[in-house]
């Protein structure tokens, strides 16, 4: 099998480039580098099986040779990263999904789309299914990427209805894991650097917002069982339905740490979710997943990677 992964230099990117590769396959990695690091393919680039081409996605794609896959996950997907490249992020969501589609159609390749939970913004519906449409501002500095990635859902579906293209999309709900940069603003790699380097804490709000985190490991699963299945085209939530307030992850990553860091408060950002839980009864019933690694496992394996990626700063 040979495939294409747009965004393959990222943190989802390099771990699925990683997998897919571990299967034998041939894997073709785009990237531009906006937020992803050549770091994460030092693994990839020694297998003979993986080839790269520095690419911006929003820019038309010439790739050669045949594709059974496209993966489309090139974009920014962090709130600071979003907010820093408004008008990037919402072209990658466009242009870049159509570029990509372009390419799977081409080719007569499948196609998964890497959507997000930010398609529900801030929900009133608690938990979130598939069926559930959203409470999006779209005029909001959120909503340059929420909005991106109900574009790029509705023209993925518009590309399998009109074309028939075979096509897989994906909601992700919060992921982490080694690999994640550490200023990537996100809650846990910034609470796990805080923690390291002795720094306070940065909890918005009041801390009562709540979240539900996925190790990176059960999310490439989910994606792999995505593209196994058959005929299911509408969108797929993978995430980890163990909810969690923002406080109680600053400070169970305190205990994890065993730093001694204060927790202080600062205003909650415009339109930040006040909620977030996946429904996963369609990954369930359907690719037969549910995540297996549990929260606390998979923060002390990314506190680990953490604490090299701290080491390495402060000798440099």
Known sequence: MRVLVTGAAGFIGSHLTEFLLGRGWDVIGADNFVTGSPENLAAASRDPHFAFVEQDVSEYIAIGGPFDWVLHF??????????????????????GTHNSLGVAKAKGASFLLASTSEVYGDPLEHPQSEEYWGNVNP????GVYDEAKRFAEAMTMAYH????????????????????RLNDGRAIPAFITQALTGVPLTVFGDGSQT??????DDLVEGLWRLMQARGVHDPVNIGNPHEMTLLELAQRILRLTGSSSPIVFQPLP?????????????????LGWSPRVDVERGLI????????QVAKGAAS
Do not use: C
């Open 161 to 180: 209805r009109y074309h028939g293209l075979d096509t897989r999309i994906v909601r992700i709900f919060n992921t982490f894991g080694p690999r994640m």
């Open 74 to 95: 090139a974009s920014p997907a962090s709130p600071r990263d979003y907010l820093e490249l408004p008008i990037q992020t919402l072209k990658v969501g466009a242009l």
């Open 301 to 308: 394996l990314t506190i680990e990677w953490f604490k090299k």
């Open 270 to 286: 415009v339109d930040d979710p006040k909620v977030r839980q996946p429904d996963i009864r369609r990954a369930r019933a359907l």
């Open 139 to 142: 005029v909001g500095p959120r």
């Open 211 to 216: 979240r539900s985190f996925q190790y990176i």
